[in-house]
């Protein structure tokens, strides 16, 4: 009961610890939810969704996988707002958690997706500066190789602390700028 009033919070292996927040709120994690709320229209077009043997090590690391060859799925979409074409993005799932996924799942809020799973208990996110490197992302966005961006890298955990997804995203801030919103 103290985990879901936001009191304390679970790491698996780790202990349960005092969060230092009296009222704690808990803030939407999906995109999709959040873009919703403020009248905008969103929707996915995936353009890859594969199960493959993930060996990148920046992968394993925010997965939080020790072993490598780890299966995940892996979806490739761009994520449309208001029709246009705002964020291409590249999600890894671990099989372990997901058994099954089909281009229905991937083009819905794969958090909540993760949400019918088990609870969300927080979402960490860097978001760095960048330029569209690739021709094909840039074509996808609507944009010149060259352009800047905002790439933002995502990871989605339980409660229990175990990661549930991993992100990596180029962001065209033309239409959709970098906001935060920081509780005191």
Do not use: H
């Amino acid at each position: 009961m103290l985990v879901n009033e936001g009191y304390l919070v679970r790491y698996k292996g780790k202990g349960t610890f005092i969060t230092g927040r009296k009222n704690l709120i808990k803030d939407e994690v999906s995109l999709t939810a959040r873009l919703k709320e403020k009248g905008l229209r969103v929707f996915n077009d995936v353009k890859c969704l594969t199960l493959t043997d993930i060996t990148d090590e920046t992968v394993l690391a925010a997965m939080a996988v020790g072993a490598s060859p780890c299966p995940m799925w892996v979806v490739e979409r761009v994520r449309y707002v208001n029709d246009i074409p705002a964020i291409y993005e590249t999600v890894y799932l671990p099989k372990a958690i997901l058994a099954t996924m089909d281009e229905t799942m991937a083009k819905a809020s794969l958090t909540s997706l993760l949400e019918g799973i088990g609870d969300i208990g927080k979402l960490e996110v860097t978001a760095q500066p960048a330029v569209f490197g690739g021709r094909k992302k840039a074509r996808e966005l609507q944009v010149i190789k060259g352009d800047p961006c905002l790439k933002v890298l995502s990871t989605v955990y339980f409660m229990d602390g175990t990661p549930g997804l991993y992100s990596e995203s180029l962001q065209n801030t033309k239409v959709l700028p970098f906001t935060m919103v920081i509780l005191r």
